[in-house]
């Protein structure tokens, strides 16, 4: 889809990122549903970024907002770690994330986008927003010949997921790396750098043949508490336990 319709730089670092930091739409782009506005304290930007050099592989790091927090926390609570790959997993990957977030992070300087800007955004310096990533995500999919009607701003976050069970990723280690809420998981499970490298090349070099190409929306992933939580933040049902969620 990316060769086919000649997708920009800006564009195939954001998607490759959204799918090895199994990234939700709102956690890259502006979410212009709720009129958000940039803020370079919550939103990503180039300043968040830096690359480490391990067993002679260059990977990265970025600091980043949990969007299920942004009701309870403020800040860029979360170190998400993009694994860079040998010469000779580059020769069968899909594609390179931390290479190409190399690149663009270049190109944007030359383009005289200052750092505090949005991480990923036009060559203009505007953030991309849930909406553009959204119909860029069908017109890349479209122009892989799959039914774009199917597919969204999260299915970046679900294609990355199933890339990494496919390739044999326990779904414990995805749900760390992806950010899912689960108390038993939370209180005896820690992200390492070795797990978040893995998982990382294993998305990037998974070949997956859907049974299914149905898309899910954001919403199923909340918890019971996530939901009650949601519904008093929002002034509804005032009295709402999980229970009741």
């Not at 000779?88 to 944007?108: K, M, N």
């Amino acid at each position: 889809g990316w060769a086919c319709l000649r997708t920009p730089l800006e564009w195939r670092a954001g998607m490759a990122f959204a799918m090895v930091a199994l990234a939700r739409g709102c956690e890259w782009a502006l979410d212009d549903s709720r009129r958000e506005a940039f803020d370079g304290t919550q939103h990503m930007t180039a300043l968040d970024v830096t690359f480490f050099r391990r067993s002679g592989v260059w990977h990265a790091r970025v600091r980043m907002r949990k969007r299920k927090n942004l009701l309870v926390m403020r800040g860029k609570d979360s170190v998400v770690v993009l694994a860079g790959l040998t010469p000779a997993q580059r020769a069968t990957a899909s594609f390179d994330v931390v290479g190409l977030l190399w690149e663009w992070l270049s190109e944007r300087r030359l383009l005289g986008i200052p750092e505090d800007r949005p991480l990923f955004c036009s060559r203009a310096g505007a953030a991309f927003t849930v909406t553009q990533v959204r119909d860029t995500v069908k017109a890349v999919m479209a122009a892989a010949g799959c039914d774009p009607a199917k597919f969204g701003a999260h299915s970046l976050r679900i294609g990355g997921a199933t890339a990494a069970l496919a390739a044999g990723v326990s779904p414990s280690l995805i749900r760390l790396m992806g950010r899912w809420s689960s108390d038993i998981y939370e209180i005896y499970c820690r992200m390492s750098l070795e797990s978040a490298l893995g998982v990382g090349q294993q998305i990037m070099a998974a070949t997956v043949t859907p049974v299914t190409d149905e898309f899910h929306e954001e919403d199923l992933e909340l918890m019971p508490g996530e939901v009650a939580m949601f519904r008093r933040g929002m002034g509804m049902d005032e009295g709402v336990t999980e229970d009741d969620a």
